[in-house]
């Protein structure tokens, strides 16, 4: 039953990375033999100052957007999750089902310095109107602002998630006087700390996708190289300059990278589950009587004493 979906992977996925990857070490132009290189791809690589360019936009968008993009999802998800609320939970969902070219040319129109509706509304107010595409300041922020709508999947995924947690448990801290924060504090967010991991390691990945579109269609790298990611630098290299060895060693390092993030997020997430379970355990205490309570409403335990551990004859 899955042979077919494994077959689209191996084809589809697998065979052209491990093609990629073999061609970061070679040069090949499409028209001759491909030549080795050995590591002469990769030594470029680092000391081409483009290439240095586009790590750092790409790094600055995934570390702007990431975090932005789980926030607003959450917040949504938390707003939204009671009933009869359908029309506004389709609203979040809908831009993400945008064609990405549809979207981009969307956003082109809006962000235009000259006639866009953002700038129109500034004029009206009486603020600057920026740039925004044409400005280097403000460029790579448009790109950010673009993701920000595009949250519908991370949105349904958060809302299953709220949706899950029992009822009880907010019953029961609402008991004991807990606020709206202290809920979300100690209730929602362990809760649903699993899932938000699961989206931090997605978004990361596809962060650096994501803006290949974008650069394409409304910069293609400009102004002045402040919108040039690693996508789009992949694609000048393979089918603007024909050096497909370069093209798969840039592809490979980007990999790399994130790889890079989504091990040390992992590390971060462990650091903080082992964190809050030390905190956990921290909080029984003792009674007058020698019991301890374990904090977590299961009423007092005897505390185990010497003669416990001694062997019973």
Known sequence: MLAPYLGGVLVLIVVPALVSLGL??????????????GLRNFRFFFIDPLETIAIRNSLYFTALAV?????????????LARRGL?????????PTVIPDVAYALVWLWVFNPLYGPVNAVLA????PTPGWLADPASAKLVFVAMSLLQIGEGFVVLLVGVRSVPRELYAAAVVDGAGPLALVRTIT???LAPWLM????????????????????????????????????????AFDNLRYGMSG???TVQFLISGVLVTGLAVVFRWWQTKDERRRTKANWTTDDGRTTNGEGQGPVRRPTRDDRRPKA
């Open 24 to 37: 970061a070490f070679m040069h090949y132009d499409g028209l001759t033999r491909p030549v080795w290189a």
């Open 67 to 79: 975090p932005l993009r789980l926030g607003i999802a959450l917040g949504l998800a938390l707003l």
């Open 86 to 94: 359908g029309l506004y939970r389709a609203a979040v969902t809908v």
């Open 124 to 127: 009206a107010l009486g603020l």
């Open 189 to 191: 967010l362990p809760a």
């Open 198 to 237: 699961l989206l931090t390691y997605r978004d990361v990945i596809l962060s650096f996708q994501y803006t290949f579109a974008p650069s394409m269609l409304m910069t293609q790298g400009d102004p002045y190289y402040s919108t040039l990611f690693l996508p789009w630098l992949v694609y000048e290299e």
């Open 249 to 251: 060693a840039i592809m």
